[in-house]
C-alpha cells in the first residue's frame, strides 16, 4: 500500500530564517505530487505540483520554491521566510490526472 | 477563477440523525470532484472521488452526489454518529490540463452524543 510522509511535524522559524520541507511516498512510483497551504481563516491553496522528476508549476507566485529531486520525492523551500508564510502545509499524491489525491500528515509552520 | 462554496460553514446536531452537507462551484469544466473530511490539526483523509461522468458514489453511511451542470455537489451523511465530527471540505479538479484542486472552506461539523 501506498504512504507519505512529511517532516517535520512542527516547525518554529525566525522571519528571515530558510525553510526546507519534504515530502516523500512509498509504495508507488512516478505519482503527480502537490503542496497546499492552509492558513488561519482561509481555504487550502495549491502552491505547486510535479508531473515528473525536475518538473515543477507553480500556480501562486509568493516567498515559496519547489523541487522535486527524485521521483518520490518533493521539497518546500524559502530562502527568507515572512510572516505570512505561516501556516500548515500538506503535501498530497495521486496516480495521475483525474484520480483521486492522498494527503499527508501536514507540517505546521510557525514564522515568528 | 474556478471557487467552491460551502453551506452551512458550521453545523451541529444530534446524534442518529441524516445530514447534508452542500458544495457549489462556479466552472462545470471539471474533472472530478472529491470530499474529504480533517479532523484538528491532522491532513485530509478522503472519503469519496466523484468523475465528471458520474453522478453519485457510496461508501458505508456516505453518499455523494455530483450535479456539474448546475455546478452542485451534496455529501450526505447518514445515522450520524459523534465520531463523524469534523470538518468536511469538497474539492474540484479542473479539466484542460491544469491539476491541482481548488477547495471550499469547509464545513464543520458537530455531532452531539
Known amino acids: 500500500s501506498q504512504t507519505i510522509h512529511q517532516w517535520p511535524a512542527t516547525l518554529v522559524q525566525p522571519v528571515g530564517s530558510p525553510l526546507s520541507l519534504e515530502c516523500t511516498v512509498e509504495?508507488?512510483?512516478?505519482?503527480?505530487l502537490y503542496w497546499y497551504r492552509q492558513a488561519a481563516g482561509r481555504g487550502l491553496q495549491l502552491l505547486f505540483y510535479s508531473v515528473g522528476i525536475g518538473q515543477i508549476s507553480s500556480e501562486v507566485p509568493q516567498n515559496l520554491s519547489a523541487s522535486r529531486p527524485q521521483d518520490r520525492q518533493f521539497i518546500l523551500s524559502s530562502k527568507k521566510l515572512l510572516l505570512s508564510d505561516s501556516g500548515f502545509y500538506l503535501c498530497?499524491?495521486?496516480?495521475?490526472?483525474?484520480?483521486?489525491?492522498?494527503f499527508g500528515p501536514g507540517t505546521r509552520l510557525t514564522v515568528l | 477563477k474556478q471557487e467552491v462554496t460551502q453551506i452551512p460553514a458550521a453545523l451541529s446536531v444530534p446524534e442518529g440523525e441524516n445530514l447534508v452537507l452542500n458544495c457549489s462551484f462556479t466552472d462545470s469544466a471539471i474533472y472530478n470532484l472529491q470530499w474529504f473530511r480533517q479532523d484538528p490539526g491532522k491532513g485530509l483523509t478522503s472519503l469519496l472521488l466523484i468523475q465528471s461522468s458520474q453522478r453519485e458514489q457510496t461508501s458505508g453511511r456516505l453518499n455523494a452526489s455530483l450535479d456539474k451542470s448546475s455546478g452542485r455537489s451534496t455529501l450526505y451523511i447518514a445515522a450520524s454518529q459523534p465520531g463523524d465530527s469534523a470538518t468536511y471540505l469538497c474539492?474540484?479538479?479542473?479539466?484542460?490540463?491544469?491539476?491541482?484542486?481548488?477547495f471550499g472552506k469547509g464545513t464543520h461539523l458537530i455531532i452531539q452524543p
Open positions: 498530497a499524491w495521486s496516480p495521475g490526472l483525474a484520480n483521486e489525491q492522498f
Open positions: 474539492a474540484v479538479r479542473l479539466g484542460g490540463g491544469a491539476d491541482g484542486l481548488t
Open positions: 509504495g508507488t512510483s512516478n505519482p503527480n
